[in-house]
């Protein structure tokens, strides 16, 4: 009896069969023919650093595709500030009227633990295409019938794709990277809120004044959602369902209910947010009134705030574990306090306004970001119900910003100013009493 082998086209040698002397092969026991295919089959397959290396590549993709969907969604979100004024002479009403608009859309974000719940109940693949969808749908609207009642259901629409979209891509993200590297893909998606108001404002602005239509960023943005959407069912594989990990809403809140440091971090964020959107709602208006900025340039005007929101994005990356959240989050309400008092001293020319609103928010930015990994901690048995709750704060703060800084600007930007350092200041005793440190 003798036995024989060859290389198998795959490149794995297969085990050498056994053969008798008139050269048929052998019979063998089931279990050894089962043993030698399970070698052979382990052999052929990828080398498990070339699969990891793959799936790398392709998660890296996704968080690109995140991000420029983000990107696109939050410049849809943001560009009513810098053009609201020109929102609100295309549709032939006050500025009030898209004010409120503005209000009615931080309305939803009171409830939008429920938007984010979506995730959990249905497949994240498919709650980040609805909500692409849905804020693409919004803005189709305006571009179909630009109108004053098209713009107030379209920016509601928006608020809702983003508050879809927003948790279902960090949910995904969560599901898939480690913990000790979750924080940098998370950070990368952040980029759009900046990226925003760097990139595309500026590039709408040019458009509207070039082409004298104000609702030109409306079909553009809808085109490029719709685009995205698509570009995410691509590259976007199905994914079923956790049941077992579905958080329980109702518990969770009773549980923050229970927890003052919880509470009182929920004021902070709103006391901040709502003493930045004071200011943000009007400066469109300001910068206007004051300077006789058109259109694009006020569109480039945003692109400073962007730069400032860049800037703090990677002062908190660098500079708010060593110093510690809690402190980082005070010297930022601080810092603020002081750019919001600072503003109207700025603000006697051009440049010295783009000074003053570079300061405003970039000391903004520090703050909220740094409070983020403060509010993880607060709450770990119900951290998902927390950070949902904390983005019901921040819209509720904005809501009521966006509600009392027209009316304020009636008496001049130093009303608005010193509004915006009192909210900063009951945000920081908030913060020093009863949120615990580190």
Known sequence: MGT????????????????????????????????????????????PVTTNQARTARLRDQIIAFTATRTIINTGHRMVYPFLPTFARGVGVDLDAVALAVTARYGLGIISPVFGSLADRRWRRAAMITGALIFAAGLGLVAIWPSYPALFVALLLATTGKFIY?????????????????????????????????LLIPILGWLIDRTGWWAIPFPILAVLSLLAALLLWWIVPSDMPQPHERPQLAQGIRLIMQHT???????????????????????GEWLEDAFGLKVAALGAASAVIGIAELTSEGAVAAFVDRLGKHRAVALGIGGNMLASLLLPVL????????????????????????LIPLMTELTPDARATLMAGNVAALSAGRMVGALIGPPLFGLGLLANSITAAVLGGIALVVLLRLVRQE
């Open 347 to 370: 603000g006697f020319n051009r440049a010295g306004a783009l000074v003053g609103l570079f300061l405003l928010y970039v000391t903004f930015e520090f703050a909220l970001v740094s």
């Open 4 to 47: 024989a082998g060859r290389c198998c086209a795959g490149g794995c040698w297969r085990a050498a069969l056994p053969i008798c002397a008139a050269g048929r092969i052998l019979t063998q026991h089931p279990a050894a023919r089962r043993s030698r295919r399970s070698r052979c089959r382990n052999k052929d397959r990828a080398d």
């Open 166 to 198: 927003d948790p279902a891509m960090q949910a995904y993200i969560g599901d898939r990277v480690a913990y000790t590297q979750r924080g940098l893909a998370i950070a990368l998606t952040e980029f759009s809120w900046s990226g925003a108001f760097l």
């Open 261 to 283: 440091p919880a509470l009182a971090g929920l004021a902070v964020g709103g006391l901040i947010s709502s003493s930045n959107e004071v200011i943000s709602i009007i400066f």
